[in-house]
């Protein structure tokens, strides 16, 4: 048996798969326009790195629960933002839960 030809039909699949991606295209990231973005954290991966484990905890055990304002105020004075917390409740965006999400695989709890 010789080398497998290759058809008509497996270059439509080809193309029908292409256009499957470029129609929806996977992406483990979220991308908002600036206009919509309302988060008032400065950028995860500045703050995230320094914040101390007992706050990185206590972010782990509800991504999607809002921060206390002692989170958030230790946050802007981590990167020495003087602003004066939000009134409002401040959660982690798509990106901000995907980032810590990733960083929790990678480190060692032990």
């Known amino acids: ?12 699949d080809d193309r ?5 991606h470029e129609e929806h295209p996977m992406s483990s990231i979220i991308d908002h326009p600036a206009s919509e973005r309302r988060s008032v954290l400065p950028p995860i991966g500045v703050w995230w790195p320094m914040l101390e484990a ?4 206590e972010i782990l055990e509800n ?4 921060l206390r304002s002692v989170v958030v105020r230790r946050i802007l004075d ?5 602003s004066a917390p939000p009134r409002r409740a401040v959660r982690l965006d798509e990106n901000e839960r995907a980032y810590v999400a990733g ?8």
């Open 1 to 12: 048996m010789g080398a497998r030809s290759v058809g008509i039909v497996d270059h439509i």
């Open 16 to 20: 029908d798969d292409a256009a499957r």
């Open 54 to 57: 007992p706050l990185r905890r």
């Open 63 to 66: 991504l999607s629960a809002p």
């Open 78 to 82: 981590l990167c020495e933002i003087e």
């Open 103 to 110: 960083w929790a695989h990678t480190v060692d709890w032990n």
